[in-house]
Nanobody
Framework: QVQLVESGGGSVQAGASLRLSCAAY??????MGWFRQAPGKGREGVAT???????SYSDSVKGRFTISADSAKNILYLQMNSLKPEDTAMYYC???????????????WGQGTQVTVSS
């Protein structure tokens, strides 16, 4: 129902900023989100945004990351400020068509974009 294409990852120093983008092609999801997976760890939720603009963040990024969406262009963003080495991971964009933003609702995934933060 939707194809997701991420961009914007890279390698930066601690304290720097990056903005990730995710272009969505197809039907408009109810909820979109960013997830990340570090080497040897499970995939964790970073932030979500629903069709009404409601957002949620993991405690580890609250106050540093901001999720937003350009509905007209069907693009999802993740502004990441004050990056830390522990933010290093593959970041995935995901979409959910059920009427909630629970982790289990996300069933469409992008290919991922790597973010590496060095100290």
């Amino acid at each position: 129902q939707v194809q997701l294409v991420e961009s914007g990852g890279g390698s930066v120093q601690a304290g720097a900023s990056l903005r990730l983008s995710c272009a969505a092609y197809g039907y408009t999801p109810y909820c979109m989100g960013w997830f990340r997976q570090a080497p040897g760890k499970g995939r964790e939720g970073v932030a979500t945004i629903d069709r009404d603009g409601g957002t949620s963040y993991s405690d580890s990024v609250k106050g540093r990351f901001t999720i937003s969406a350009d509905s007209a262009k069907n693009i999802l963003y993740l502004q990441m400020n004050s990056l830390k080495p522990e933010d290093t991971a593959m970041y995935y964009c995901a979409a959910a068509f059920r009427f909630n933003c629970d982790r289990e609702a996300f069933n469409y995934w992008g290919q991922g974009t790597q973010v590496t933060v060095s100290s």
